[in-house]
């Protein structure tokens, strides 16, 4: 199913994982598996909507310089666009280009080399493109909007929006709790054994709680999403997890990355004893989960092993689930998981890595359950360091350099706290930012623009005389049935539907770390309300 989601525009930095994925724990992925539907868009709406609106701006204005031009030539034999906007594309153009270089040898050189050398590579920042420039300058936008005095947003959901901003802007309030609030959830969920004691027969009460309404992932990940063989059905789905570097060759290819590796120590010890462990027991315990993650990494299939998503979709049952893996209650977790909806051991299931699901059982049921308590509470410590103190951001930006060559900490606190917001209220920040900036008649050329490229393939299906019609007309089939996403969703500017979409979700400013728990919390609460209804595609 598709969703809106922000577009990189980028290659991805690990073969098995988004690169920065593993490292943004404030990041809650509502739909069940990585590259699976968002249901609520968290990661990745306003980036792709901001992209694709400057496309469609772009696209619009070059529309109209052609149209102009074929005017001014019909006339005069020669036309000249001199409007303000056409100026403006044309001076950029002009000013990215390094006219110094011959075409015929270097065109790229030749069309970029002006941008490159105007734009060196920020601080904190491992690559950068024109993409990421417009970002930053939309930030700075959003930033205005959000910190404005007279902020009156229409919908609950922008009031939502810029509370949830200003508590990550609230330093000061975050070094006042601490650590505590983790500390905190910890002892709730039933201790650490790093940090003090803990009940060692509750493993599936654990799991259930770090991965149902703390949406950490374990040794796999579970949720809902689209069926993609059969599309307007949702299906509870599970999938291999519980790496926290963002690829499994880090691991496994131990002389290449040792440093890579004895950062992420370091980073594992340095947070367990900022909860309260002690520094030897602390170091000891951490390594056991460090080769505990590698023993992961050698059943974790490769990802260009599953590329091809007709051999790894295995659809079966609870109960055939639970004959594969019997290390866990599959009935029990599903069913808390995705309370209150009434699961039994006929409801079926997707798996994308079967094999690794029987091995990883294995794996639990031969691990010590002190080891296994360890594991799942730093999947769940991991998830909460970004809405922490300095301290912890500073152990993170020490891993960060490790890992990219770049710091966190380079990164102005707004700047942050605006991707924060976006990852969670995507579609209200969204909204904001169209209400402010947006023209809907760029969106209506560009779905003009569409629509004609469409009509022109199905008309190019008609010549092609090797094709026979029954494939012809599956292939016009195909073409209609494309679902047009382009700048936003209309719901974002109806003031209810929008509020409908995050009804239920509690926001102060007075609390960054709560506020992350409760989306967490909120989020799972869509994901089950979402099993026994039509996919949304605007969503």
Same mark, same amino acid.
């Not at 902020?151 to 509370?163: I, L």
């Not at 790496?243 to 290449?256: C, E, Q, V």
């Not at 029990?332 to 997707?350: A, Y």
């Not at 995507?426 to 947006?438: E, M, P, R």
């Given at each position: ?13 690990? *073969? ?5 994925? +593993? &490292?943004?724990?404030?990041?809650? !992925?509502? #739909?069940?598996?990585? %590259? ?96 990421? *420039? ?5 930030? +700075? &936008?959003?930033?205005?909007?959000? !910190?404005? #005095?007279?902020?009156? %947003? ?386």
């Amino acid at each position: 199913m598709s969703s809106y989601k922000r577009a990189t525009f980028e290659e991805e930095d690990g *073969s098995d994982a988004p690169a920065e994925a +593993a &490292l943004s724990p404030d990041t809650v !992925e509502v #739909g069940f598996r990585k %590259g699976g539907v968002d249901i609520l868009g968290r990661r990745t709406q306003l980036e792709v909507l901001l992209s694709v609106m400057l496309l469609v701006s772009l696209l619009a204005l070059l529309a109209c310089l052609v149209v102009l031009a074929l005017g001014f030539s019909s006339d005069s034999g020669r036309g000249l666009c001199l409007s303000e906007a056409c100026v403006t594309v044309a001076s950029q153009i002009v000013e990215a280009m390094d006219r110094g270089v011959d075409p015929c040898q270097d065109f790229y050189q030749f069309a970029c080399g002006g941008w490159i050398r105007k734009n060196p590579l920020p601080d904190g920042r491992s690559r950068w493109s024109t993409f990421n *420039s417009i970002w930053e300058q939309n930030q +700075a &936008l959003l930033k205005h909007l959000l !910190e404005n #005095g007279t902020f009156n %947003g229409s919908s609950e959901a922008e009031r939502k929006t810029q509370s949830y901003y200003l508590s990550c802007l609230n330093t000061q309030r975050i070094e006042e709790l601490g650590a505590q609030p983790l500390i905190d959830l910890i002892t709730k969920i039933g201790g650490w054994n790093m940090t003090g004691p803990w009940d060692k027969d509750n493993f599936l009460e654990v799991l259930k709680m770090v991965s149902g309404p703390y949406r950490a992932q374990p040794f796999f990940s579970a949720g809902v999403s689209a069926d993609p063989k059969n599309s307007n059905s949702n299906v509870i789905q599970v999938d291999q997890s519980g790496l926290f570097l963002p690829s499994r060759d880090y691991y496994l290819n131990k002389t290449a990355n040792e440093k890579v590796l004895v950062a992420y120590l370091d980073y594992m010890v340095e947070l367990g004893m900022l909860l309260g462990g002690e520094k030897s027991s602390t170091h000891l315990q951490m390594q056991q989960i460090l080769d505990f993650e590698t023993t992961l990494a050698n059943i974790t299939v490769p990802q260009d092993q599953r590329r091809d998503e007709e051999k790894i979709y295995h659809k079966i049952t609870i109960a055939e689930l639970q004959l594969l893996a019997p290390a866990v209650d599959w009935l029990d977790f599903l069913t808390f998981s995705l309370s209150p909806l009434d699961l039994n051991d006929t409801e079926p299931v997707v798996l994308y890595a079967k094999e690794y699901l029987q091995q990883v059982s294995e794996l639990i049921n031969k691990t010590d359950k002190s080891l296994l308590n360890n594991y799942m509470m730093w999947t769940l410590v991991q998830k909460s360091v970004a809405t922490l103190d300095q301290r912890f951001e500073n152990a993170q930006d020490k891993l960060l350099e490790s890992l990219y060559g770049t710091k966190k900490s380079c990164t102005p606190r707004w700047q942050t706290c605006i991707g924060n917001t976006d990852d969670t209220l995507g579609f209200a920040l969204g909204a904001l930012f169209v209400k402010a900036t947006f023209d809907k008649h760029s969106k209506e050329i560009a779905e003009k623009m569409i629509n004609e490229i469409r009509s022109a393939f199905k008309e190019s299906l008609d010549r092609l005389s090797w094709m026979d019609d029954e494939t012809r007309q599956a292939a016009k089939d195909k073409a209609d049935a494309i679902y047009d996403m382009i700048g936003f969703p209309e719901f974002i500017l109806d003031q209810k539907e929008l509020d409908d979409v995050y009804d239920g979700y509690e926001v102060s400013d007075d609390s960054f770390f709560q506020n992350m728990l409760n989306f967490y919390n909120f989020s799972a609460r869509v994901m089950a309300d979402q099993l026994r209804k039509t996919p949304n595609k605007d969503q």
